[in-house]
């Protein structure tokens, strides 16, 4: 019996010095991978400047890659065109999602909705880049006459559909987080439902909404196979959601896919939009961090 305590605490002991180990090292190989992706991104990029200057390919107004015109700008102006679309789509209908299944939604609502929402967070996009094709884009040729098979508007809405979970998920969170005494504290005040909801859940949970919504820009920032498939591949500079356009991620799926020779300064171009896509995306990253430390709210 005493053998066999004392083999049991071997054994506890053996594993408490190993799990911290196995998590070190797991911590390690995620930093590792992020360091292996930034250095490819930069070696592959500084090839690529070294015969594109910087400003050409940042201020460029025309990018046409074959031809040898690497303006960038008409592909970071149709990435923000679809993210702006998509944000305008997604943020309204996260934030009332959020709210409903916060403050308003019964237990057995909010059985049935949340379940639904995550499996809207699951759909793969290449499916989400056919509906926007063959569904929204016909109904919205029915309202705009003029609307092109490929546009911005339906990649931007369907975009839109897809980060509304992740903010609907994400605000909600933070609004179940707010402890109820705020709320029991405000409706013996007298205010209504709504009133708490707006003057107290609302900006004691801010830190986390905003968070979610800057989240879910990034997300439509880097999304590739709904734009690839419904947005088109003209890289024009044009501010009309009803214009076929080209985003980063669009190109780079082109440009990988396409008839590029290893070592040209077409195939390099791919990591310049790709690091260019990388630093718009670690920078919403950067301000959602901000953004949650600035207005978070201890309890």
Same mark, same amino acid.
């Given at each position: ?15 408490? @010095?190993?799990?911290?180990?196995? /998590? ?12 292996? %992706? /930034? ?25 046409? $890659? ?7 700008? $008409? ?6 065109? &679809? ?13 009332? !999602? ?12 909010? @059985?049935?909705?949340?379940? %639904? ?21 016909? %109904?919205?040729?029915?309202?705009? $006459?003029?609307? @092109? ?16 979970? =992740? ?7 933070? =609004?179940?987080? &707010? ?8 409706? *013996? /005040? ?8 707006? @003057? ?14 800057? /989240? ?12 690839? %498939? ?10 009309? $959601? =009803? ?20 070592? !040209? ?6 990591? *310049? ?10 920078? =919403? ?15």
């Amino acid at each position: 019996m005493i053998n066999q305590k004392k083999s049991n605490k071997s054994i506890f002991n053996t594993t408490e @010095k190993i799990v911290p180990l196995f /998590l070190l090292l797991c911590a390690i190989i995620s930093v590792l991978t992020t360091i292996g %992706i /930034l250095f490819t991104l930069l070696r592959e990029s500084v090839t690529f400047f070294s015969d594109v200057s910087l400003a050409e390919f940042y201020l460029g107004t025309q990018w046409s $890659p074959w031809s040898g015109k690497f303006g960038v700008f $008409p592909l970071i102006a149709g990435t923000l065109l &679809v993210t702006a679309i998509a944000t305008c789509v997604a943020l309204p209908i996260g934030i009332a !999602s959020a709210i409903y299944l916060s403050e308003y939604a019964s237990t057995r609502s909010r @059985k049935v909705i949340k379940p %639904i929402l995550e499996i809207l967070a699951g759909i793969p996009t290449v499916v989400y880049g056919f509906f926007a094709l063959t569904f929204v884009t016909p %109904i919205l040729q029915g309202i705009f $006459p003029d609307l @092109k098979i490929f546009n911005a508007l339906s990649a931007g809405i369907v975009v839109g559909i897809m980060i509304t979970p =992740m903010i609907a998920s994400l605000s909600e969170d933070a =609004m179940n987080a &707010v402890p109820n005494r705020l709320r029991e504290g405000a409706l *013996a /005040l007298g205010a209504t439902k709504l009133e708490v909801t707006w @003057k107290v859940i609302i900006p004691a949970a801010l830190s986390g909404i905003v968070a979610s919504i800057v /989240l879910a820009v990034s997300r439509a920032l880097g999304e590739t196979m709904i734009v690839t %498939i419904a947005a088109g591949a003209t890289p024009n500079l044009t501010f009309n $959601p =009803m214009e076929s356009i080209q985003t980063l991620t669009a190109f780079i799926v082109q440009g990988a896919t396409g008839d590029t020779s290893y070592g !040209s300064t077409i195939y390099f171009s791919i990591y *310049a939009v790709g690091i260019t896509l990388f630093i718009f995306t670690f920078a =919403m990253n950067l301000f959602a961090q901000y953004i949650s430390r600035r207005f978070r709210e201890d309890y």
